[in-house]
Antibody
Framework: EVQLVESGGGLVQPGRSLRLSCEASGFIFENHAMHWVRQAPGKGLEWVSGISWNSYSVGYADSVQGRFSISRDNAKSSLYLQMNGLRPEDTALYFC??????????????WGKGTTVTVSS | QSALTQPPSASGSPGQSVTISCTGTSSDVGQYLQVSWYQQHPGKAPNLLIYEVNKRPSGVPDRFSGSKSGNTASLTVSGLQAEDEADYYCSSYAGTNIVLFGGGTKLTVL
């Protein structure tokens, strides 16, 4: 069974850092680009970041550019999101998603259940 | 990076068809074929309905169809059923591993 399991969320003070992880199973991880998408409480979906299969191509939303960093370890079938300088507006449920293609088509096929990040003092 | 534009709400009676629009620009929807649609029920993760404008992943009923004309993409739900009541989001590739989402449309089955 194809599965994505996020972890690392929690309550953090503004300005601090947090690292999200996503463990993939049930498919060949290195055959797919991966993404992070977030959803603030009661709000819509916001794409955060994406990374190609070989990490050569990465992209970020303007709202997180310079603060967040996406990475992956194909040997461990894992995706990461390093979040620095967190702000209250980063509070959201963060989803890990598998792309249809290796290079990042934006077709977000398989979604994890998400991990919650709350930024508050 | 600007969000794609969707109507906030749509509705239809069981058995009817409803179409939801998604308007972008010549730099995203108008330029790329990688336009997708997602369905999200309350408290659940989104589910991919349509990708590459009009392709359906395995398991998605053919009542769901997609199209695109210029800078506007559309999702049509035919033969509305009660379980189709959900939030629907469009997305488009916008180059260099950038993805844009629409603001979402709440579909009500009357």
């Amino acid at each position: 069974e194809v599965q994505l399991v996020e972890s690392g969320g929690g309550l953090v003070q503004p300005g601090r850092s947090l690292r999200l992880s996503c463990e993939a199973s049930g498919f060949i991880f290195e055959n797919h680009a991966m993404h992070w998408v977030r959803q603030a409480p009661g709000k819509g979906l916001e794409w955060v970041s994406g990374i190609s299969w070989n990490s050569y191509s990465v992209g970020y939303a303007d709202s997180v550019q310079g603060r967040f960093s996406i990475s992956r370890d194909n040997a461990k079938s894992s995706l990461y999101l390093q979040m620095n300088g967190l702000r209250p507006e980063d509070t959201a449920l963060y989803f890990c998603i598998r792309d249809v293609s290796r290079y990042g088509s934006g077709s977000l096929h398989v979604w994890g259940k998400g991990t919650t990040v709350t930024v508050s003092s | 990076q600007s969000a794609l534009t969707q109507p906030p709400s749509a509705s239809g009676s069981p058995g009817q068809s409803v179409t939801i629009s998604c308007t972008g620009t010549s730099s995203d929807v108008g330029q790329y074929l990688q336009v997708s649609w997602y369905q999200q029920h309350p408290g659940k993760a989104p589910n991919l309905l349509i990708y590459e404008v009009n392709k359906r992943p395995s398991g998605v009923p053919d009542r769901f169809s997609g199209s695109k004309s210029g800078n506007t993409a559309s999702l049509t739900v035919s033969g509305l059923q009660a379980e189709d009541e959900a939030d629907y989001y469009c997305s488009s590739y916008a180059g260099t591993n950038i993805v844009l989402f629409g603001g979402g449309t709440k579909l009500t089955v009357l």
